[in-house]
């Protein structure tokens, strides 16, 4: 969860600054991050509020794409944390862009490695068996990494993982035993980790 302190300066407004756009967010970090990162180094506060709400937005955006929707909040909780616990060491001279996304994609990968480990019937309760198509959608870079593996591992993974079936409901439809089917989302999702973790960062 958020911590406290994070909250409070996410939802504090900053002092003679615009509020952060609603706009949908570009695919990269935008350029006015790095001054405001190191405006919150030199203590400026004000610039890391205004920062790490821009943040959470773009965040959101990012893992969106990538992730079923119940774990998108969690995700970008657990990032903001991250990045206030790294502070210190983004150096000025160089684009936040790249050190902000190294750290949302191993906190994507985390996620993944947390599917495989979440008990297979126990889904977060927005993602429903009749709102397939928003879940696909919302998760349109997990979706085509799907192509990477073999078919019933995409399937499985794809059913349960974020189109919101049970097991045993993937196993009548897949053709396969439930056992297999776990076993299909367990090797697919350890497959996917493997594959983030070696590529540069999926847009």
Request: aromatic share 6%.
């Given at each position: ?12 407004p ?11 967010p570009?695919r ?12 919150a180094?030199?203590?400026?506060g ?11 937005w ?31 060491t ?7 862009g790249?050190?902000?996304a ?13 599917l ?10 927005e ?10 959608v ?5 979706a ?60």
């Open positions: 969860m958020r911590s406290d302190f994070l909250s409070r300066l996410i939802s504090k900053a002092p003679s600054t615009a509020p952060a756009s609603r706009e949908r570009s990269t970090a935008p350029d006015g991050w790095s001054s405001l990162m190191a405006a180094q030199d203590g400026h004000g610039a890391y509020r205004r920062l790490l709400g821009e943040m959470s773009w965040l959101k955006h990012y893992f969106q794409r990538r992730l079923p929707p119940g774990d998108v909040d969690d995700a970008v909780q657990e990032t903001l944390l991250a990045v206030h616990r790294r502070r210190h983004y150096d000025p001279q160089y684009p936040l790249p050190w902000l190294a750290i949302a994609k191993n906190k994507w990968v985390d996620q993944l490695r947390s495989a480990r979440r008990p297979m019937d126990e889904l977060p309760d993602i429903a068996v009749d709102d397939h198509e928003a879940s696909v919302s998760s349109s870079v997990l085509s990494l799907l192509d990477e593996l073999r078919p019933a591992q995409a399937q499985a993974i794809l059913l349960v993982k974020v189109q919101g079936y049970s097991v045993d409901e993937a196993s009548g439809q897949i053709g396969l035993s439930p056992s297999a089917v776990k076993m299909n989302i367990h090797r697919g999702l350890a497959r996917l980790t493997a594959i983030i973790e070696k590529t540069p960062d999926v847009e």
